[in-house]
């Protein structure tokens, strides 16, 4: 098929029981110029067989077939086999609303952007609840972005108005934007989606936000939002909060936006270091068998004054975007700011 407007992008590993319902939400979409390409990564249940039955049927569906290598590997595998004007990376065990791509494409194409937002929704598995969970996972922004802006602005007020959601699944891409800044999943590692989330955004030149709930995010046992803390998670972390803090220093970002990137790095920060101290002792052993260049990393991290620092001015920088003299100046600001964006774009 020529001109695909969007690549759809699903690592699958060991879904079985979940693929069908996934690959039905994407092959029935309103917009049919898309290309599915499934990337299984050393499946040992039917999952391939699932794929290979709906590539019979759908000529749209592509399926590469690799050794276990993580979902990273295999999301970087189907990017570079993807031609699509626009890349989504969709998880295989969750649902799209059936004219997502096309409201999503829409709006995109028409106004040129490096990355589109929406929001999404959880359910659970008929054996779990909300209540079976440690935590909660919040798919739906509580406000529209919908201007056009530049990436570090929306980053900023996405961030300091609790907005701010780490999913891939929860954008459009454009494919150019990704291969000309370098933007791929960082491999052998997992929570590889905060460190894609932030190089997507801080880098855009062209951002916006669709209010608009499309994304189906299913809960269930034993995926990687439900699992108990490992060295693996632990190791995720830091890894991304280290490579977020390189590219952020080679970024030459406003210093309100620094702000918001510190308030995002003190949290990786406070995860990671909870994590440690609630690690069984075996696993906290694997921290110190790190390689050495990692471990005086982490040791230096766990030890220094960063958190304090960056938690003290996220702190400063939010009670100054929720005072009420903030909220009225930009209030007096919209039409300016409007009229600024309508020329800009």
Do not use: W
């Amino acid at each position: 098929m020529h001109n695909i407007k969007i690549s759809v992008v699903i690592p699958v590993y060991n879904v079985a029981p979940f693929l069908k319902e996934c690959l039905d939400s994407i092959v029935n979409q309103s917009l049919k110029e898309i290309e599915i390409i499934c990337v299984d990564d050393g499946s040992t249940d039917s999952s391939l067989n699932i794929l290979e039955h709906f590539a019979a049927i759908h000529p749209s569906i592509s399926i590469i077939s690799q050794e276990n290598a993580g979902q990273s590997a295999a999301r970087n595998r189907g990017f570079k086999q993807a031609t699509g004007q626009y890349i989504y990376f969709m998880d295989a065990d969750d649902k799209l609303d059936l004219k997502a791509l096309e409201q999503l494409y829409r709006k995109a194409s028409e106004n040129d952007l490096d990355v589109l937002y929406f929001d999404g929704r959880t359910f659970y598995e008929a054996n779990m609840s909300a209540n079976d969970l440690s935590e909660e996972y919040y798919f739906t922004r509580n406000r529209s972005y919908e201007e056009i802006t530049n990436g570090p602005d929306l980053f900023l007020h996405l961030k300091n108005d609790g907005n701010y959601i780490v999913s891939p699944c929860l954008q459009i891409t454009s494919r150019e934007h990704m291969i000309r800044h370098n933007i791929h999943f960082y491999e052998g590692i997992i929570h590889e989606d905060n460190l894609f989330a932030i190089q997507c955004l801080l880098s855009a030149a062209r951002a916006s936000h669709l209010k608009s709930t499309l994304f189906n995010r299913r809960v269930r046992a034993n995926s990687t939002m439900t699992q108990s803390h490992t060295f693996n998670h632990f190791y995720g972390y830091f890894v991304c909060f280290i490579q977020m803090q390189a590219f952020c220093q080679r970024l030459a970002l406003p210093a309100t936006v620094q702000q918001a990137v510190n308030l995002e790095l003190s949290g990786i920060h406070h995860t990671l270091s909870k994590i440690y101290y609630n690690l069984p002792a075996p696993e906290r052993e694997k921290v110190d068998g790190m390689q050495p260049t990692d471990h005086y990393l982490y040791s230096n991290l766990l030890n220094s004054e960063a958190a304090y620092r960056y938690t003290k001015s996220a702190i400063l920088l939010r009670n100054i975007y929720q005072s009420k003299s903030y909220k009225l100046a930009r209030l007096i600001t919209y039409l300016p700011r409007l009229i600024r964006n309508l020329i800009n774009s």
